[in-house]
């Protein structure tokens, strides 16, 4: 999960996996068996927002299932350089591929280009239907260090560069990775416009952006998904999502998992997982599915044990008792 001392640039704070997990329940679900079930219960009208479908099309044409893989966790410590086990990278994202995960997030900051690099190398040719999003306007000087850099030429370099590294002659998905200070977001979106007008970008969505950043990009060019920090513990982008569900736009949230919340004796989250049998990453997983139906988890891992349990959370069934005690949880 996309958690272990790193988070992308915010002001919120982070919790290690490690330390999370240490004071976590035991995993005890079955994994991903197939599509066709809902994911949660019976609606209820005093949880109205309970998501029932498994599925969201991305710009009206792209399938996909709502829990994706995020493949940060796949490069080297603090997300820099190569990982120190190659051949567990390369099987993780092949695993996920076994799961029915057909959603891969990435970009070329992670690395940089080594988790590109890293999705060719194990999965091209790429199955049909698998959709990879990548981004671009996030540079790394060193490690730790994350600049924006999201003038036209470079943004058009970046389109390029992804494509030669990810095997591919067009994107399904480009997303502008953050807002440059030093540039108008609407020069950024128009330089990808261009890209995509080329036939080298098939969708574009946003991360990391408010409301009106988005409505100003709109402008310029269709947007089909956000990509913002959103978790039971940190809804700074709740406004965020609500522009989401009302335009039908994608949302993937970034630390998906969060902080501490978990980790209070007799809290609704550990209740759950203890009803459940299962994590608490899992609960507040199947939270965040249950919480929007344009809402796209893309929890990260490098381990195979830990991809499994994110993909279990698919399959469980929040009752809205449940559902709505843990949304009480909001920090």
């Known amino acids: 999960m996309m958690m272990a001392g790193f988070c992308e640039p915010h002001n919120g704070r982070s919790v290690t996996r490690r330390t999370f997990l240490g004071m976590s329940l035991a995993s005890g679900a079955a994994l991903l068996t197939g599509k066709s079930d ?8 005093t949880t109205p927002k309970m998501a029932m479908n498994t599925t969201f099309k991305l710009g009206g044409d792209l399938t996909v299932n709502r829990l994706g893989f995020g493949a940060m966790r796949v490069t080297g410590k603090g997300i820099w350089g190569w990982p120190p086990d190659r051949a567990n990278a390369l099987e993780v994202l092949r695993h996920a591929i076994e799961l029915d995960v057909d959603l891969i997030d990435t970009a070329d900051a ?3 280009d080594t988790s590109e690099l890293l999705i060719a190398e194990a999965l091209h040719p790429y199955p049909k239907g698998l959709v990879i999003a990548t981004k671009g306007g996030l540079t790394r000087p060193g490690p730790g260090e994350w600049v924006p850099d999201c003038r036209p030429d470079y943004l058009k370099q970046a389109v390029e560069g992804s494509l030669k ?32 007008d080329a036939g080298k970008i098939r969708h574009i969505g946003l991360s990391n952006v408010d409301p009106g950043e988005i409505a100003k990009a709109r402008k310029i060019v269709p947007i089909v998904s956000v990509q913002n920090r959103y ?6 982008s709740e406004n965020v999502l609500e522009y989401c569900e009302k335009e039908n736009l994608g949302f993937l949230p970034w630390f998906p998992i969060g902080g501490g919340g978990g980790l209070k004796p007799e809290n609704p989250l550990n209740t759950a997982a203890t009803a459940h049998e299962v994590s608490v990453y899992q609960i507040a997983l199947a939270w965040l599915l249950a919480r929007s139906p344009v809402m796209l988890p893309i929890p990260g891992t490098s381990s195979l044990a830990h991809l499994e349990e994110n ?8 009752t809205p008792e449940e559902w709505k005690a843990i949304d009480s949880l909001a920090g």
């Open 38 to 45: 809902p994911i949660f219960g019976a609606d209820s009208l």
């Open 231 to 236: 978790n039971i513990d940190d809804r700074e």
């Open 311 to 318: 993909v279990a959370a698919a399959k469980l069934k929040l």
């Open 165 to 196: 590294r990810l095997r591919l002659e067009r994107i399904d998905l480009y997303q502008l990775h953050a807002v440059d200070p030093k540039v108008p977001i609407e020069e950024s979106v128009g330089a990808l416009k261009q890209m995509q």
């Open 110 to 112: 992670y690395g940089p």
